[in-house]
């Protein structure tokens, strides 16, 4: 394996270069000057992983509602905060009442595609999760979620990104480790391109129909021109257009259409579900795909929330009938995949006058896999919803940071000993997130 | 793979295989080009590399560039131009423009540097009516008011408004005046399928109304937008629970920038300020007096006093007053011109830069124009670095530089979606990004754009008349090629490709299709 290894990350120059590339230092300009204090240095995992997870990362953009999404329905306080968006008590006389995790949390109606993995242990909740660093804007949120790194604008690359540039590829000769199911390449996946290992990462918003066009017979000359053409160009085009050509012939061999899931798992079709879908071929055809980026929208709920049968609940039948399709897909049948699934803040604790709620701070998280220590509600310092215990008055308090979860399952699941690369100038706290 | 057969790779279908061998990463990336310095990688770079790079110019920069962090954790967004872009006038055509044509460049060189930028910031002296005919033809609902479009199909309005968007975006003569439009579009950006019909009229009353006027013009034209009331759910706000998804986003996304000095609080007392800022019967903008919150408020500082109900319809006033306090925030005077300065010049501005062309906000008003003569000056347009153009300004300029007969935008349209750039479709408010890491990767739907483009020929879509390319020579056919798509700057190493790839028979009109979908998906053709 050593061998795999050498061959791949490309001895001891590549190691030295690639640390000069990630200092950016300039000609003339000593790189002391630019280092920044935060700054750890790479560590080059020993031995070639091939034991670790593939992971699928989720990101429900909008501010998704934490307290929609799983309430704490032994709380008082959220009744009284929410007199017409409230889901009733699991064990309320409504037909359309919430379901029980813990005595203390429920699943919204809606969400019930994830109690099958939840009851099998599979899926870990968080709840107050975020981000200490406080930003009601969807914009800062989401952009300082994806980097990994709070409030410091000049990381543009993603922490996912950064942990396939810090590991070497599960199959060497992959052209495709990193997949953002997404027109553009959302910012969780985007690596630095000098990084010790080639991220290979590309948006694809349909794998099922990825091509260049035009006569079948000039196909293949006309990419090799392309790739010839492209030889020049700067970064990041260039590693774009080899990754993408590649990704060209690998994906031809790739049977989408017939794909049969296994345990008659049903996948939505929305764009999120047939996101899914394709992941789950993907990973079963042992192409070597590592991490995908997916997203799904319709959090941002200012008003007419509609958590029974509005807006909001489809939205919540779509992201867990997906995701409990891919669970009995690929989890459930030993496939070594961690799912996760964030957004960038929760809502209000009170419903605003259009029954909906604006922006807030502590939400949801969801972790999924069979090396995930779920079946519970993970909470950390909890305090409730009571108005004396919100933030400003107004919000269910950040009391566990993202990253302890992202961290754990980065080192733990993923196997990468870089998490102060993955998580710069974050010492987390391990919670037993993982098995 | 990043490997080195690449960069020596001669185009034939053997080079297209799948599951090579693994090489060892070749070692410095292009990257190290830009960010390492020049003795630090010329001590490693194999000769080949070393030649290609000679073939770039050096950025010149009234700063070195940040090499700290943002290099550590960040991408490329400092790439040199071609060293085949010599000529100054031609780098304006391609900032000035959505796309290169043959006409347009001789007009320039013409004009010179100065004259041209003159002539398209005096947009309404150039003559449009031909493609203000067009559009008056085939998009009718385009010329409606609100209160006529409320009967129409939703569908209609959305394919309407689109395909005119893409079509006068090519074909317009004004051409700088639609890159603000664009610009503008995504500044304000709004959700068709939230706000439905209602964004016909914002993009004729605001957004094109005034894309080269005055800022606090605009600003006021789109905060008296029923379109954009709905599409932030200002129309839900009142007074006994204000919504804030207006009252932010209009700091944060249309004024001061996240970072222009509000806070939460500040939020909050915007949103009581304008509570009754609302929309009524057919697309109107209203204010609703009944559902003001009249108590005082401070926003930025700036108090309010308790007003009463029976001040009515005056009570629009303290919102009026609050967008004089915005339009006139210093933050708002340096994000509008950072945000500017990223559009036309370069992604990361210089605070000298920066602090210019906010000085030019604040001595005219809010002047776009003076703003935007401001930025495309000779001096710092060739120094700057090229931008990848999006999905929708590539499919602009492959329709400009193709010169197609026009009979219908469906299939344009349709493949705006494929590209993930279709118009008003980004449901966010923040509109689509202008970020190279994001647009990189989205490479194969360009290289099949450009060949759908190519081999339209449909009396029912688009024709491309490739007539003009088999008159003579394949050499021939490709140095009208250089002229249409490149101004006569195709770097060397694409022309020579594209000899090759001819051969030297007299050309079909297939291969002359295959030729000019490759010079549409060629390197040199993503960028501006």
Request: net charge neutral; glycine share 8%; aromatic share 8%.
């Amino acid at each position: 394996m050593d061998e795999l290894h050498d061959a791949d990350c490309g001895c001891q120059e590549y190691q030295e270069l690639s640390r000069r590339q990630f200092l950016g230092a300039a000609a003339g300009v000593s790189a002391a000057a630019f280092f920044p204090s935060w700054l750890p240095k790479v560590v080059m995992s020993q031995h070639f992983a091939s034991n670790r997870d593939i992971i699928v990362s989720i990101f429900m953009r909008g501010g998704a509602d934490g307290l929609t999404l799983v309430p704490p329905y032994g709380d008082p306080a959220y009744y009284t905060s929410r007199p017409t968006i409230a889901i009733p008590r699991p064990d309320a006389a409504s037909g359309t009442k919430g379901i029980d995790l813990d005595g203390f949390f429920m699943l919204a109606p809606a969400m019930a595609g994830l109690a099958p993995a939840f009851a099998a242990k599979d899926l870990l909740i968080t709840h107050g999760t975020g981000q200490t660093f406080v930003s009601r804007s969807h914009f800062d949120a989401q952009r300082f979620l994806e980097s990994g790194k709070p409030n410091d604008p000049s990381v543009i690359t993603g922490w996912l990104g950064r942990h396939l540039s810090t590991m070497p590829p599960l199959k060497a000769a992959a052209p495709l480790r990193g997949i953002g199911v997404a027109n553009g390449l959302q910012k969780t996946l985007v690596a630095p391109v000098g990084g010790p290992y080639p991220p290979r990462v590309l948006p694809i918003a349909d794998p099922t129909n990825y091509t260049i066009g035009g006569a079948a017979a000039t196909q293949a000359s006309r990419a090799a021109f392309l790739q010839s053409d492209y030889a020049t160009s700067d970064e990041p085009l260039h590693s774009s257009a080899l990754d993408a050509t590649n990704t060209l012939a690998l994906l031809k061999t790739v049977n989408f259409s017939g794909y049969v899931p296994a345990n008659s798992a049903k996948y939505p079709n929305s764009a999120f579900g047939r996101a899914l879908r394709s992941v789950a071929v993907l990973i079963k055809n042992d192409v070597g795909i590592e991490a995908a980026q997916v997203d799904i929208g319709g959090w941002d709920t200012h008003s007419a929330q509609g958590p029974i049968t509005g807006g909001m609940a489809n939205t919540m039948a779509d992201f867990s009938n997906s995701i409990g399709a891919f669970y009995v897909d690929v989890i459930a049948t030993g496939y070594t995949v961690t799912l996760v699934a964030v957004s960038e803040f929760g809502r209000n604790v009170r419903e605003n006058g259009s029954a909906g709620n604006d922006h807030g701070r502590g939400t949801t998280m969801f972790a999924m896999g069979k090396g995930i220590a779920g079946g519970r509600v993970l909470t950390k310092n909890w305090v409730g919803l009571a108005r004396e215990n919100l933030e400003a008055g107004q919000d269910l308090k950040v009391t566990l940071d993202f990253r302890d979860v992202l961290a754990e399952i980065v080192q733990n699941r993923l196997a990468n000993p870089n998490l102060s690369l993955v998580f710069p100038t974050w010492t987390p706290t391990m919670l037993g997130v993982t098995r | 793979m990043r490997t080195s057969p690449m960069s020596s790779a001669q185009p034939g279908p053997s080079d297209h295989s799948e599951h090579e061998p693994e090489a060892p990463p070749q070692t410095p990336s292009r990257r190290s080009f830009v960010f390492s310095g020049a003795l630090a990688a010329a001590s490693v770079l194999p000769r080949t590399a070393m030649a290609q790079r000679a073939s770039r110019k050096r950025r010149v920069a009234d700063a070195p560039p940040d090499t700290g962090a943002a290099a550590l954790y960040g991408v490329n967004e400092n790439v040199a131009s071609f060293s085949e872009w010599a000529s100054t006038v031609g780098r304006l055509v391609r900032r000035a423009t959505l796309g290169i044509t043959a006409p347009e460049i001789a007009r320039a060189n013409q004009l010179g540097f100065q004259g041209y930028l003159n002539y398209q910031l005096n947009y309404s002296r150039i003559d449009d009516g031909a493609v203000e005919n067009t559009v008056l033809q085939k998009w009718p609902l385009m010329a409606q008011t609100a209160d006529q479009l409320f009967s129409a199909d939703a569908g209609q309005v959305r394919t309407q408004l689109q395909e005119s968007t893409i079509y006068r975006a090519a074909f317009s003569q004004r051409q700088l005046y639609h890159r603000m439009v664009e610009f503008w579009s995504d500044h304000f950006n709004q959700d068709i399928d939230k706000v439905g019909y209602l964004l016909i009229p914002d993009q004729n009353d605001v957004i094109r109304k005034h894309a080269l006027g005055k800022f606090p013009d605009l600003l006021k034209a789109s905060a008296h937008s029923a379109s954009m009331m709905v599409y932030l759910d200002q129309n839900t706000s009142r007074n006994t629970a204000p919504n804030q998804n207006y009252a932010r986003e209009i700091m944060e996304l249309h004024t001061l920038g996240v970072d222009g000095g509000y806070t939460q609080d500040d939020v909050a007392e915007l949103s009581r300020v304008l509570t009754g800022w609302t929309v009524t019967g057919r697309g109107q903008f209203a204010f609703n007096p009944s559902i003001h919150d009249w108590k005082a408020k401070t926003v930025l500082g700036v108090t309010i006093p308790a007003g009463s109900p029976s001040l009515g319809a005056d009570g629009v006033k303290e919102g009026e007053q609050m967008l004089d306090v915005l339009v006139n925030h210093p933050s708002t005077a340096r994000f509008i011109a950072t945000k500017l300065l990223k559009w036309l010049l370069d992604p990361n501005p210089s605070a000298t830069q920066i602090s210019t062309i906010a000085g030019v906000y604040r001595a005219t008003g809010g002047d776009i124009k003076a703003m935007v003569r401001a930025i495309l000056n000779d001096s710092w347009l060739p120094a700057s670095p090229m931008k990848l153009k999006r999905p929708f300004h590539f499919a602009a300029s492959a329709l400009r530089s193709a010169e197609p007969t026009v009979n219908a935008m469906t299939t344009i349209n349709n493949q705006l979606a494929v590209l993930g750039h279709q118009s008003y479709t980004w449901d966010t408010p923040d509109g689509y990004p202008d970020k190279i890491e994001y647009w990189a990767g989205n490479i194969v739907p360009r290289w099949n754009f450009a060949s759908v483009v190519s081999n339209l020929n449909s009396a029912t879509t688009l024709q491309v008349d490739t007539t003009p390319y088999r008159s003579g020579s394949s050499a021939a056919a490709i140095d009208l090629i250089d002229t249409n798509f490149f101004g006569g700057e195709m770097p060397l190493t694409t022309r020579n490709a594209l000899i090759a790839y001819a051969g030297t028979a007299t050309l079909t009109d297939a291969r002359a299709r295959e030729l000019i979908g490759l010079a549409i998906a060629a390197n040199a053709f993503q960028w501006y």
